[in-house]
């Protein structure tokens, strides 16, 4: 699973963050909002995940968005079939072709602001540790202490490469990120790396309605350990976790599926 990485970054940005998209326009439209106000130097990648209603590509025409000079470089995927929750995939790929040596994962229901994105542009980040940051919950109006969200960290390209990426088995289900960090954990161990993370001191803020996890198209299957939103909708999972689990390295491969560059 592991990837062969260049130890020097090709681009001349700090940072490179990368998010996952699917069917959710309102939620990329706001954060259009959010990133034309962040500093330049910072790239951005976008991976639609097969969106069926709403592609990434035509919000982006809808509303006519585009980034100035002095603003963060911009560049979206597209997965071209929709294999059901990918974001396993999506952040392998995300990983791929990121050109910056640094990578903060966000999902598309996550907001960091100007002056947080600015801080970061400024820490000194040791490529064996991860970085989290502090949590603020929409819903609950309440703050999180770091690590905040499992699903939002910052990892250096040849850690994640190291502990063999996201593990693509899991494709349509919402378990993958655990599994991960697992492996992370284990390897920073064996390495003695101590401490495992530090906080960025930043924040976000999780504007998603309720749990989510595995698509799964039929409403009916409400046996479900774990659900997803798409637009606010609800969906559910069909397997039972422990079945899930049992997945854990059948798919041997990783950026196993169709996508495209589009911008």
Known sequence: MKQKTSQTSK??????????????????????????MWPEDIDIILVDDGSDHSPAKDVIDEVDFKLESFQPNFRLFRVTRNLGFNSHGCRNLIAK??????????????????????????????????????????????????????????IHKDLYWDAGGYDESFTGYHYGDWEFHERIKKLQKERKTSPLWEDT?????????????????????????????????????????????ALKGTKKTVIDFPFIEVL
Request: glycine share 4%; charged share 30%.
């Open 201 to 245: 001191g930043c924040s976000i803020t999780l504007t998603r309605k309720g749990r989510h996890g595995s698509v799964r198209r039929d409403p009916k299957l409400t046996l479900g350990r774990s659900t997803h939103y798409v637009d606010d909708e609800l969906f559910y999972q069909d397997k039972d976790i422990d079945e899930v689990k």
């Open 97 to 154: 072709y990121a050109e910056t040596d640094f990578i903060m994962f966000m999902d598309i229901d996550m907001n960091m602001y100007e002056y947080d994105i600015a801080w970061l542009k400024r820490l000194k980040f040791n490529p064996e540790k991860m970085y989290y940051h502090k949590m603020y919950m929409y819903e609950t109006q309440r703050l999180s202490a770091p690590p905040g969200h499992e699903n939002c960290f910052i």
């Open 11 to 36: 681009s001349k940005s700090r940072l490179t963050v990368g998010y996952t998209y699917f069917d959710e326009p309102h939620k990329l439209k706001k954060q259009f909002e959010i990133w034309k």
